[in-house]
T-cell receptor, first 113, second 110 residues
Framework: NAGVTQTPKFQVLKTGQSMTLQCAQD?????MSWYRQDPGMGLRLIHY???????DQGEVPNGYNVSRSTTEDFPLRLLSAAPSQTSVYFC????????????FGQGTRLTVV | DAKTTQPPSMDCAEGRAANLPCNHS???????VYWYRQIHSQGPQYIIH???NNETNEMASLIITEDRKSSTLILPHATLRDTAVYYC???????????FGTGTSLTVIP
């Protein structure tokens, strides 16, 4: 199993550009989520999904869209990038409604100039 | 989800036990205590979790007070590779969202 795979690892965007951060897991996990981590801070939840076709907002959802068309994939879309979205983005997945641990990807480092 | 309070930093001598405290005084009955760590800027790594009983695995032990308002993560024999930021998180049992604080930066000293 590859676990949770995020692509790309690094990205530089210009203000106003859009892009999609990819996240895929091969563990058949129902739950997936996206976090951002700013320097010196903990992770903050952006959006999450409890299964294919179901998504919901976390703490800091503004400026981001998500969809969950398959169990394996949970892409995060930046509609119009802003410098405030410069951050490291982490995707996580976990098995389901039972109390289980979450597995995190290695992150995407995004810089918006 | 309940908030947690952790000291911002701690040091520990290599080979000694590292005891990382966490206060979660507003925890409710159905919220679990989770511990994760983050080495450099890698993705967080699961360590251990518990509800009210003490727990132990190959990485660490988790001691939860009887009133559940605080807990301690114990790394029994800290190594240099345990240098990381450690996050204490409380989470509702049926939810799978984690709300991270700023954690404790543990430095293991040779």
């Amino acid at each position: 199993n590859a676990g949770v795979t995020q692509t790309p690892k690094f990205q530089v965007l210009k203000t106003g550009q859009s892009m999609t951060l990819q996240c895929a897991q091969d563990m058949n996990h129902e739950y997936m989520s996206w976090y951002r981590q700013d320097p010196g801070m903990g992770l903050r939840l952006i959006h999450y999904s409890v299964g294919a076709g179901i998504t919901d907002q976390g703490e800091v959802p503004n400026g981001y869209n998500v969809s969950r068309s398959t169990t394996e994939d949970f892409p995060l879309r930046l509609l119009s990038a802003a410098p405030s979205q410069t951050s490291v983005y982490f995707c996580a997945s976990s098995l389901g409604t039972k109390n289980t641990e979450a597995f995190f990807g290695q992150g995407t480092r995004l810089t918006v100039v | 989800d309940a908030k947690t309070t952790q000291p911002p930093s701690m040091d520990c001598a290599e080979g000694r036990a590292a005891n990382l405290p966490c206060n979660h005084s507003t925890i409710s009955g159905n919220e679990y205590v989770y511990w994760y760590r983050q080495i450099h800027s890698q993705g967080p790594q699961y360590i251990i979790h518990g509800l009210k009983n003490n727990e132990t695995n190959e990485m660490a032990s988790l001691i939860i007070t009887e009133d559940r308002k605080s807990s301690t993560l114990i790394l029994p024999h800290a190594t240099l590779r345990d240098t990381a930021v450690y996050y204490c998180i409380v989470r509702v049992r049926t939810g799978n969202q984690f709300y991270f604080g700023t954690g404790t930066s543990l430095t293991v000293i040779p």
